[in-house]
């Protein structure tokens, strides 16, 4: 599987930017999609996930209420909407992939298949 993922750039604090992830292949039911984050001198976190099949989502305690993950079948794409973003939320995002009963979802080593960043940058 590989991922693209795009739509970041530079938003003021209190913006909204939306991401989106590209699959290069079908994904399967049995699979969980995830976005993680990383800013700079940090370790790479969890952000939100899905599952493919039912589209049921979890989200990180930081980002609850103010990100929506979803995704579209059809085009083997997977989004994240973003709002109310805050300078905290400066990072590069990555898209993932992972089956769904390898490991926890919130565990970056649970995912073997990765896109490359996507840089967001809020300003205050």
């Known amino acids: 599987v590989q991922l693209q993922a795009s739509g970041g750039g530079l938003v003021q604090a209190g913006g909204s930017l939306r991401l989106s992830c590209a699959a290069s292949i079908r994904i399967f039911n049995n699979y969980i999609m995830a976005w993680f984050r990383q800013a700079p001198g940090k370790e790479r976190e969890f952000v939100a996930r899905i599952i493919w099949s039912v589209g049921r989502a979890d989200y990180a305690g930081s980002v609850k209420d103010r990100f929506a993950i979803s995704r579209d079948n059809a085009k083997n794409m997977v989004y994240l909407e973003m709002n109310s973003l805050k300078p905290e939320d400066t990072a590069a995002y990555y898209c993932?992939?992972?089956?769904?009963?390898?490991?926890?979802?919130?565990?970056?080593?649970?995912?073997?298949?990765w896109g490359q960043g996507t840089q967001v940058t809020v300003s205050s």
């Open positions: 993932a992939a992972k089956g769904m009963n390898s490991g926890s979802y919130t565990y970056e080593s649970s995912y073997p298949y």
